[in-house]
T-cell receptor, first 115, second 117 residues
Framework: AQKVTQAQTEISVVEKEDVTLDCVYETRDTTYYLFWYKQPPSGELVFLIRRNSFDEQNEISGRYSWNFQKSTSSFNFTITASQVVDSAVYFCALTLSYNTDKLIFGTGTRLQVFP | DSGVTQTPKHLITATGQRVTLRCSPRSGDLSVYWYQQSLDQGLQFLIHYYNGEERAKGNILERFSAQQFPDLHSELNLSSLELGDSALYFC????????????????FGPGTRLLVL
């Protein structure tokens, strides 16, 4: 079965701190896709990144960076120098290449950044 | 703004009633997906349509149904509503999704918040 685990339910940091959100996935398939979405207090789901299982290169986008490690089935997300606007719930998700197109979401991590 | 639109934004109704949620995908996207977000179940996939055809079903109740029209907009119909149907319903769209080998990013609409009283 496929599963995504986000063990951190809630994280609180002070502005300018770095924070890492953990994501561990389970699948027996060799081809799959991983995603991160952000859900700010307004409620919409905002796409952040998509990564396929053959691309283990880490990615950096501004203050955001992602560390994909197949050996540990993890796809962790780091925010550097956090800001109050980063406060949101962050979801990690998995989809397979051959099966349905559904996204399998983790339970999310609520990040609160205090000034 | 993802380019996916959903109406209405909020909906309050009573148990036993029927409602219709509407979704317009991003321009050029052929696939529409529906998800339900509730406190106890989290984000759950309901159903996927590609170019008017149903492609996959998830944890969708028999009381719920959906369709995708020729202009590619989609509607999710919820009937015989129960208190437990109160949730945030998201629509997402992607370019592909018809060929199982292609996985494009799903872009989400702002959601419809349904409250059943």
């Amino acid at each position: 079965a496929q599963k995504v685990t986000q063990a951190q339910t809630e994280i609180s940091v002070v502005e300018k701190e770095d924070v890492t959100l953990d994501c561990v996935y389970e699948t027996r398939d060799t081809t799959y896709y991983l995603f991160w979405y952000k859900q700010p207090p307004s409620g919409e789901l905002v796409f952040l990144i998509r990564r396929n299982s053959f691309d283990e290169q880490n990615e950096i986008s501004g203050r955001y960076s992602w560390n994909f490690q197949k050996s540990t089935s993890s796809f962790n997300f780091t925010i550097t120098a956090s800001q109050v606007v980063d406060s949101a719930v962050y979801f990690c998700a998995l989809t397979l290449s051959y099966n349905t197109d559904k996204l399998i979401f983790g339970t999310g991590t609520r990040l609160q950044v205090f000034p | 703004d993802s380019g996916v639109t959903q109406t209405p934004k909020h909906l309050i109704t009573a148990t036993g009633q029927r409602v219709t949620l509407r979704c317009s995908p991003r321009s050029g996207d052929l696939s529409v997906y529906w998800y339900q977000q509730s406190l106890d179940q989290g984000l759950q996939f309901l159903i996927h349509y590609y170019n008017g055809e149903e492609r996959a079903k998830g944890n969708i109740l028999e009381r719920f149904s959906a369709q995708q029209f020729p202009d590619l907009h989609s509607e999710l119909n919820l009937s015989s509503l129960e208190l437990g149907d109160s949730a945030l319903y998201f629509c997402a769209s992607s370019v592909e999704g018809g060929d199982r080998g292609l996985k494009e990013t799903q872009y989400f609409g702002p959601g419809t918040r349904l409250l059943v009283l």
